[in-house]
């Protein structure tokens, strides 16, 4: 196929030259000075993405090394959380909290929206015996386009006193959405380095708490990997207990830093403006927006409902044999029927509105029926946008 890929899946993002460059830097000596200004930098520096002064982890892992790291430092078999509903990947979640013997109550969900704070507070105070050890949420449900809101649960279990830990998964949310561990008070945010961070697959976090790190002295699932202790101690000194994804330290050094030029308030808008941009041709194509509730619906990509009958993969397929597009396909109990537009990362107008063409024009060639003008729609959003004003949306 001739020409750049569209990668449009919500994450793996495209990765910036830059940070290609900086990944294809030589390796150095784990154990030397200069790998301990390496370690250290990027220890200090991903702080501020998570909006915390408390120690952030970085383990060699994927997003699902990350998640389970925050229940084995945590947790102990017998021990009851409350998660909610949100889709494919809040079910992945409670299923290795469920394999680790851990009583998971599950809030019911559609899967077309957030996590309710509501529900959340009246499960919680129904607790008269403060049974439940966590409540666990997902920030941004990848699977759906449903974002929960994560400050507003904090409230609900400030209201009702709960002495739970809070934990929530970042994983498609960090430094695409606005994202406050410490004061949210969240106990463990978990991320991976894929989709905001703009890097490949490979790194996963935990931010931590004192409040964690106290449950983490008495809980009893047992750990060694993920265990937070030896880690936090040897990051002291810019060092990891052992080797660690040097080349992919330097790339996130560089995403750090491009996040920093831009601004996160800044990278924080352009992710609202994109997801704007596309909501807007999906509503002109007359096709429906997965995530129901207007306050929810993820900066990160948007989840798109196939009219009935009509086969997302099948429709997946033609966009990437014609136009060299992918897109993310329908997850779990959506397979099928939903296809989603990752416009995270390093996306911007143009590379939206190509990915916008591929998939107006992929609809064509499938036969779906729908109508014509979505790019368009999208951008007289756009024009309708001030760069850098997060407040349209
Ligand atoms: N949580 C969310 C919200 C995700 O989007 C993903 C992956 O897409 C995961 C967890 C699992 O992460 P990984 O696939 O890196 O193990």
New binding site residues.
């Given amino acids: 196929m001739q020409g750049r890929h569209f990668l449009h899946i919500p994450?793996p993002s495209p990765i910036p030259d830059r940070i290609l460059r900086a990944i294809a830097m030589p390796i150095i000596d784990h154990r030397s000075a200069e790998f301990a200004a390496l370690g250290k930098t990027v220890l200090e520096g991903s702080k501020a993405v998570f909006k915390t002064k408390q120690p952030v982890v970085i383990y060699p892992s994927?997003?699902?090394g990350a998640?389970e790291a925050a229940i084995v430092n945590t947790l102990s078999p017998g021990d009851t959380v409350l998660m909610a509903e949100t889709g494919h990947?809040a079910t992945l979640w409670k299923n290795i909290a469920t394999r680790f013997g851990i009583e998971v109550e599950f809030i019911p969900g559609d899967w077309r929206r957030g996590a309710d704070p509501a529900a959340i507070e009246a499960r919680l105070a129904e607790d008269k015996a403060r049974r439940i050890k966590a409540v666990m949420v997902?920030h941004?449900?990848?699977s759906t386009g449903a974002t929960s809101r994560v400050a507003e649960i904090r409230k609900a279990i400030d209201t009702v006193g709960h002495p739970a830990l809070f934990m929530v998964?970042t994983?498609?949310s960090l430094a695409s959405v606005d994202y406050r561990h410490d004061e949210w008070q969240v106990d463990v945010t978990v991320s991976?380095s894929?989709k905001g961070l703009m890097l490949p697959?490979g790194l996963g976090f935990n931010a931590v708490s004192e409040k964690a790190l106290a449950a983490s002295k008495s809980n009893t699932l047992p750990r060694s990997f993920w265990d937070w202790e030896e880690m936090i101690r040897i990051n002291a000194g810019g060092f990891f207990p052992y080797t660690p994804a040097t080349n992919l330290l330097y790339g996130l050094k560089e995403a750090l830093a491009m996040l920093q030029e831009e601004g996160l308030d800044q990278v924080f808008a352009r992710h609202n403006r994109l997801a704007s941009a596309c909501r807007a041709a999906v509503r002109a194509w007359g096709l429906e927006v997965l995530c129901e509730n207007p306050a929810e619906q993820s900066p990160v990509l948007t989840g798109v409902l196939m009219p009935p009958s009509h086969d997302a993969d099948r429709f997946r397929k033609i966009a990437l044999e014609k136009f060299n597009i992918s897109l993310g396909s329908g997850l779990g109990k959506v397979a099928g029927k939903v296809f989603r537009i990752g416009h995270l990362g390093e996306c911007n107008e143009l590379a939206l509105l190509g990915a916008l063409s591929g998939v107006e024009m992929g609809l064509a060639a499938a036969g779906v029926p729908h109508r014509s003008g979505g790019v368009a729609a999208a951008m007289a959003d756009l024009e309708g946008a001030e760069p850098g004003n997060a407040a349209k949306v």
Avoid: A, H, L
């Fill in positions: 994450g994927s997003g699902t998640w990947f997902v941004n449900e990848t998964d994983i498609s991976g894929q697959p």
